[in-house]
């Protein structure tokens, strides 16, 4: 295999970054204080979101936020096969079901026509992904969870900085979780947030993040804290450290800046691509503003002389990263396993992941690393 001369990404870490974190081992603090608390505070702002919940993934934020909100055997949480698995793991590991729908052919959002038929009366909330970042139709989604009494918990792993419609995605359903994993747009390491506008669920999350603990447990090695706390029911260990917390805050300040540059590079992909036959361009609502966390093309598997896995291997070949988002879940043997769903269930999810290619996309790649990345896209696609 080539050297790669390309990744798939780069995380954008700087000096400042990296002083942030050093600031806070040296203090002698390490978990969750204030700097959790000022993460929370800058991101409620950037959002919009009354309240925050800085945590240590997303996963652990739609996992709390469902517990937090009583999901259980018997309910229904409404997804799609078209995401990362711990969309649905979560929902799982509260005992619920978990009911696939299929997504739309532009963008792989999930479809608020699907969503409407699969609803049932035991349908608890609804689940959609923002892919790569580009808003779902969150109108039509809350209009349906409104009128049919379901809650809206949106997957925004991939949604920092997304804008649907002019508003910040995290203000805009009953709850949203982010990611700040090592390759989303801003990181922690590892690291998430719930945001919502419902101070109720903010509170029970909270002390579900940590054991369940009585909220001044919290606070309990402060000055003046005291050693006794109250377990007030059976919670989980999912609190974000200061340190993770501390570069969260630093990432989050050179956001705009992120998705500046990622807009350039997607721009640059655009024009470079734009009139490939073999290739269909990822597809964007140009009343949203996309934050380019992923650039998905789709090869024309029927007609390009080279298929998505060879291009994928002649990328490599090049020294070129790509990645793949995503392998629809009911492929999977664990989900196999629960006899539900079969191949061919979900064509647009399928077709779609049958020529689905995530090119590298990062804000420190350079206009002629993308031309790089696409002369080498038209050589594969176009053999001599
Ligand atoms: C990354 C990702 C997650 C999980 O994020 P963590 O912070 O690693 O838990 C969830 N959903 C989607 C769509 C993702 O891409």
């Given at each position: 295999?080539?050297?790669?001369?390309?990744?798939?990404?780069?995380?954008?870490?700087?000096?400042?970054?990296?002083?942030?974190?050093?600031?806070?081992?040296?203090?002698?603090?390490?978990?969750?204080?204030?700097?959790?608390?000022?993460l929370?505070?800058?991101?409620?702002?950037?959002?919009?979101?009354?309240?925050?919940?800085?945590?240590?993934s997303?996963?652990?934020?739609?996992?709390?936020?469902?517990?937090?909100?009583?999901?259980?055997?018997?309910?229904?949480?409404?997804?799609?096969?078209?995401?990362?698995t711990?969309?649905?793991?979560?929902?799982?590991?509260?005992?619920?079901t978990?009911?696939?729908?299929?997504?739309?052919?532009?963008?792989?959002?999930?479809?608020?026509?699907?969503?409407?038929?699969?609803i049932?009366?035991?349908?608890?909330?609804?689940?959609?992904?923002?892919?790569?970042?580009?808003?779902?139709?969150m109108?039509?989604?809350?209009?349906?969870?409104?009128?049919?009494?379901?809650?809206?918990?949106?997957?925004?792993?991939?949604?920092?900085?997304?804008?649907?419609?002019?508003?910040?995605?995290?203000?805009?359903?009953?709850?949203?979780a982010?990611?700040?994993y090592?390759?989303?747009?801003?990181?922690?390491?590892?690291?998430?947030?719930?945001?919502?506008?419902?101070?109720?669920?903010?509170?029970?999350?909270?002390?579900?993040?940590?054991?369940?603990?009585?909220?001044?447990?919290?606070n309990?090695?402060d000055a003046?804290?005291?050693?006794?706390?109250?377990?007030?029911?059976?919670?989980?260990?999912?609190n974000?450290?200061?340190?993770?917390?501390?570069l969260?805050?630093?990432?989050l300040?050179?956001?705009?800046?992120?998705?500046?540059?990622?807009?350039?590079?997607?721009q640059?992909?655009?024009?470079?691509?734009?009139?490939?036959?073999?290739?269909?361009?990822?597809?964007?609502?140009?009343?949203?503003?996309?934050?380019?966390?992923?650039?998905?093309?789709?090869?024309?598997?029927?007609?390009?002389?080279?298929?998505?896995?060879?291009?994928?291997?002649?990328?490599?070949e090049r020294?070129?990263?790509?990645?793949?988002?995503?392998?629809?879940?009911?492929?999977?043997?664990?989900?196999?396993?629960?006899?539900?769903?079969?191949?061919?269930?979900f064509?647009v999810a399928?077709?779609?992941?049958?020529?689905?290619?995530?090119?590298?996309?990062?804000?420190?790649?350079?206009?002629?690393?993308?031309?790089?990345?696409?002369?080498?896209?038209?050589?594969?696609?176009?053999?001599?």
């Open positions: 295999m080539a050297e790669q001369r390309i990744p798939f990404v780069k995380v954008a870490l700087d000096e400042e970054d990296i002083a942030s974190v050093e600031r806070v081992l040296r203090s002698g603090w390490l978990t969750t204080a204030s700097q959790v608390k000022g929370e505070a800058d991101l409620a702002a950037y959002t919009g979101a009354k309240y925050v919940n800085a945590v240590n997303a996963t652990a934020a739609m996992h709390l936020a469902l517990v937090a909100w009583d999901i259980g055997p018997g309910d229904e949480v409404i997804t799609t096969p078209y995401t990362f711990a969309t649905a793991n979560v929902v799982l590991h509260t005992g619920a978990p009911v696939l729908v299929d997504v739309r052919e532009a963008d792989a959002n999930i479809d608020p026509e699907l969503v409407e038929r699969a049932t009366p035991r349908t608890r909330v609804i689940l959609p992904v923002h892919i790569a970042g580009e808003p779902c139709d109108d039509a989604l809350m209009e349906i969870g409104r009128r049919r009494g379901v809650k809206v918990l949106e997957d925004a792993a991939h949604a920092i900085g997304s804008l649907y419609r002019g508003r910040p995605v995290g203000a805009l359903s009953d709850a949203a982010f990611s700040f090592a390759n989303k747009t801003i990181t922690t390491g590892e690291g998430g947030a719930l945001t919502t506008d419902d101070e109720r669920l903010s509170d029970r999350v909270r002390r579900l993040t940590l054991h369940g603990m009585s909220r001044d447990a919290w309990r090695y003046g804290g005291s050693w006794r706390y109250d377990i007030q029911e059976f919670g989980f260990k999912d974000l450290t200061d340190i993770a917390a501390a969260g805050r630093s990432q300040t050179k956001l705009e800046l992120f998705i500046e540059q990622r807009t350039r590079v997607a640059r992909y655009f024009e470079n691509l734009r009139d490939e036959e073999h290739l269909i361009l990822p597809s964007f609502n140009e009343e949203n503003r996309h934050p380019w966390h992923l650039f998905m093309i789709r090869v024309r598997n029927e007609t390009s002389p080279a298929p998505r896995d060879d291009v994928i291997r002649e990328l490599a020294g070129i990263g790509t990645s793949v988002h995503f392998i629809p879940l009911h492929y999977f043997t664990a989900y196999q396993k629960l006899g539900r769903w079969e191949k061919g269930d064509p399928e077709r779609f992941f049958d020529g689905e290619i995530s090119l590298p996309m990062y804000p420190a790649m350079t206009n002629a690393e993308v031309d790089d990345v696409c002369e080498a896209l038209r050589e594969i696609l176009h053999p001599a």
